[in-house]
């Protein structure tokens, strides 16, 4: 399997707007995101299915599935739900989309992926929501 864009980021040889990372995972701000709050959550094992993750490496995806959750809880106090979505269908690397939601409709938004990434927004969000215990 060739390494995958998040293979890339987690090597450092592309840049993120990380928001937390321990030994076995990462979280940082999908560019393109359904909403606002949208964190990418990558075991820093690539494979294409979670259910193909090592135990631990499945539990500490999960785990930081639900640190992220709660973060964004924290930082969007008003919206009703926390969605996830985990998949891997772009990217050959499995991988949750979790994001501050008030409606289905907004869980199943299809952002427009022609559109350039704000990365000053970005840069400004990552910094609001990061999770300094992960650092």
Not at 24 to 36: E, G, N, V
Not at 68 to 78: D, H, I, M, N
Not at 88 to 115: N, Q, T, W
């Amino acid at each position: 399997m060739e390494p995958s864009i998040f293979t890339l980021i987690i090597r450092g040889e592309i840049p993120c707007h990380k928001i937390y990372e321990d030994e076995r995972t990462i979280a940082f701000l999908d560019i393109h995101p359904i909403q606002k709050g949208h964190i990418l959550v990558v075991p820093k094992v690539q494979v294409a299915d979670f259910y193909d993750l090592g135990d631990e490496d499945y539990a500490a995806f999960f785990a930081t599935v639900k640190k992220v959750a709660r973060q964004l809880r924290t930082k969007f106090p008003a919206k009703k739900r926390i969605g996830v979505m985990i998949e891997g269908l772009d990217v050959e690397h499995v991988h949750a989309k979790v994001f501050p939601i008030d409606s289905g409709d907004e869980y199943r938004y299809a952002p427009d992926m022609s559109i350039d990434p704000d990365h000053t927004a970005l840069a400004e969000l990552a910094d609001y929501l990061r999770i300094e215990e992960g650092f």
